[in-house]
């Protein structure tokens, strides 16, 4: 119950196209659900988060979409640069203790 | 400028052998962390301290000690204890501990077995 599942594992996206990558969880008292990039040899920074009272967030070309429902989160990266050729982690943590549990993470590249 | 630093970039154990990974950051943050990082495991957290002077483990503490004795630095000790130390080791701090306030990540310390 403590999980965030994240998917695919590894995307490869042709410049200039939209790189989606996915999150689910199944504890209901996640209420923070932050993404994290990271270049090779660096450590990650965050890049946007949301709470679950909203449903996306926008900043520049990178969205995230929130289904509360379905209890998934999804970050969108519009018109994919080579610059953001990075490892992507969602993850997601409680009001209780503010502990953050990572997805696996998604090794993404664009193609020129 | 205000940062995480974490050295050595590279750090090789031998057997039996006791390492010590340094962190270091002047953010003025209260809470700081260890993860280890695995391909295709993300982040696992190995220890984590709120404050100075306290530390608490996480979810793979084993054969892993440290210490928390200045706000500025939080070093990790790999122990011979722990069989399997290969791995890319990230330090983190973040403003206060009871906050949703972003994680700031230094840029790793590589361990290998010789």
């Known amino acids: 119950q403590q999980q965030v599942k994240q998917s695919p594992q590894s995307l490869i996206v042709q410049k200039g196209g939209i790189s989606i990558i996915n999150c689910a969880y199944e504890?209901?008292?996640?209420?923070?659900f932050p993404w994290y990039q990271q270049f090779p040899g660096k450590g990650p920074a965050l890049l946007i988060a949301?709470?679950?009272d909203v449903s996306e967030k926008k900043e520049g070309r990178f969205t995230i979409s929130f289904n509360k429902s379905a209890k998934q989160f999804s970050l969108h990266i519009m018109d994919s640069q080579p610059g953001d050729s990075a490892t992507y982690f969602c993850?997601?943590?409680?009001?209780?203790?503010?502990?953050?549990?990572w997805g696996a993470g998604t090794k993404l590249i664009i193609k020129p | 400028d205000g940062g995480i630093t974490q050295s050595p970039k590279y750090l090789f154990r031998k057997e039996g052998q006791n390492v010590t990974l340094s962190c270091e950051q002047n953010?003025?943050?209260?809470?700081m962390y260890w993860y280890r990082q695995d391909p295709g495991q993300g982040l696992r957290l190995i220890y984590y301290?709120?404050?100075?002077?306290?530390?608490q483990k996480g979810d793979i503490a084993e054969g892993y000690s440290v210490s928390r004795e200045k706000k500025e630095s939080f070093p990790l000790t790999v122990t011979s204890a722990q069989k399997n130390p290969t791995a890319f080791y990230l330090c983190?701090?973040?403003?206060?501990?009871?906050?949703?306030?972003?994680?700031?990540f230094g840029d790793g310390t590589r361990l290998s077995i010789l």
């Open positions: 504890n209901t008292a996640f209420d923070y």
């Open positions: 993850a997601a943590s409680p009001d209780s203790n503010y502990q953050l549990i």
């Open positions: 953010l003025n943050h209260d809470a």
């Open positions: 949301i709470r679950p």
């Open positions: 983190a701090s973040k403003g206060q501990a009871n906050s949703n306030q972003p994680q700031h």
């Open positions: 301290s709120q404050i100075v002077n306290d530390f």
